[in-house]
């Protein structure tokens, strides 16, 4: 995998794009992180955020003091990254009405689409088509692909 596709999947992972957000507002301590972002698991938050210090995205700031005191921050870059996350979750926000009717429209014209005509009983009728070639074609009977006709197609 691209080096930069790595980075991208890390900042635009579930968690990551929450850490990168709440991280944008203040420093937290793993504790208040954790509770700010909600249901993410201790393993997975700090898997994370080990993850986006390594990018070099948060930094680990651990305080030699009793009890231990560990408080998580974002870098420059970390910043950089996490203003432009935060745009685009604004943006989901402001479009959200546009994207559910989007689904809505969708869906209504799936099920029109793949609701099964119905016979003169009221049974829905299957409609099969003959398997086709790589090129297009319809097969005789139904034949299956021959192996070199699936290895032109990768």
Known sequence: ??????????VTSRWGVLVLIRLLERPHRFSELRRAIGRVSEKMLTQTLQTLERDGLVH???QPVIPP???YSLTGLGREAA???RALASWTERRMD???AARRAYDEARR?????PRSGDGTPR???EAPRAVDG???AGGEAPRVDDEARTL
């Open 83 to 85: 203003e432009q996350v």
């Open 137 to 139: 074609t319809p097969r």
């Open 112 to 116: 029109t689409h793949t609701e099964a």
């Open 69 to 71: 005191r560990v408080d």
């Open 98 to 100: 546009g994207v559910l």
């Open 60 to 62: 680990r700031d651990a």
């Open 126 to 128: 299957t409609h099969t």
């Open 1 to 10: 995998m691209c080096p930069h596709r790595l980075v991208l999947e890390h």
